[in-house]
């Protein structure tokens, strides 16, 4: 079983500011990989899929990176409404394995 | 626009089975294309996945709950259901459906089952 690992737990940015978020898989996924936003009381959203390709609808800002093991998300410039939980999930083993990590809040600073 | 909702009892006691089902509309379960599955995430805690189905049966369970979980589909109603036996107050939590490739683009709005006596 693939375990997924996210850190740091909680980021503390400033509106305006970069926030670059990791994700690690204990082994290669290659780019099955996903990334999920959740706001409180709301489902998830998918942003990034295949470790780099956004979603549909999915503003600019939010852009993923990596292969393997590694993953990055980062968004640009935060605004206002990216202050959420963030997952990312891997897919190597797809169907018959769907994992999370267990997720990193970015919160106001 | 498709749309995805859970519905079933908001109160399980322990050791008794949780039956939900989820309603599709506005797209058929019988697409070839996608996986329909269960998701849950206890209040204040991460998401984990339960398991899926294709719409001819197949199924994939979370190795982890396998011994207590049941996927089945209804492509007559155009719905599936999930069946979580022997229940304890660790299964409280919000239990999304959703549909699958192998990321999920299409959610449920979530319904919260708390297991208490």
């Known amino acids: 079983e693939i375990v997924m690992t996210q850190s740091p737990a909680t980021l503390s940015v400033s509106p305006g500011e970069r926030a670059t978020l990791s994700c690690r898989a204990s082994?290669?996924?290659?780019?099955?990989l996903a990334w999920y936003q959740q706001k409180p009381g709301q489902a998830p959203r998918l942003l990034i899929y295949?470790?780099?390709t956004r979603a549909t609808g999915i503003p600019a800002r939010f852009s993923g990176s990596g292969s393997g093991t590694e993953f990055t998300l980062t968004i640009s410039s935060l605004q206002s409404e990216d202050f959420a939980v963030y997952y990312c999930?891997?897919?190597?083993?797809?169907?018959?394995?769907?994992?999370f990590g267990p997720g990193t809040k970015v919160d106001i600073k | 626009q498709l749309q995805l909702q859970e519905s079933g009892p908001g109160l399980v006691k322990p050791s008794e089975t949780l039956s939900l089902t989820c309603t599709v509309s506005g797209g058929s379960i019988s697409s070839s294309s996608y996986y329909w599955g269960w998701i849950r995430q206890p209040p204040g805690k991460g998401l984990e996945w339960i398991g899926s189905i294709y719409y001819s049966g197949s199924t994939y369970y979370n190795p982890s709950l396998k011994s207590r979980v049941t996927i089945s589909v209804d492509t007559s109603k155009n719905q599936f259901s999930l069946k979580l036996s022997s229940v304890t107050a660790a299964d409280t939590a919000v239990y999304y459906c959703a549909r699958q490739k192998s990321t999920v683009a299409f959610w449920g709005q979530g319904t919260l089952v708390t297991v208490s006596s």
């Open positions: 082994q290669s996924v290659s780019s099955n």
């Open positions: 295949g470790a780099s």
């Open positions: 999930q891997q897919y190597n083993n797809w169907p018959g394995e769907f994992t």
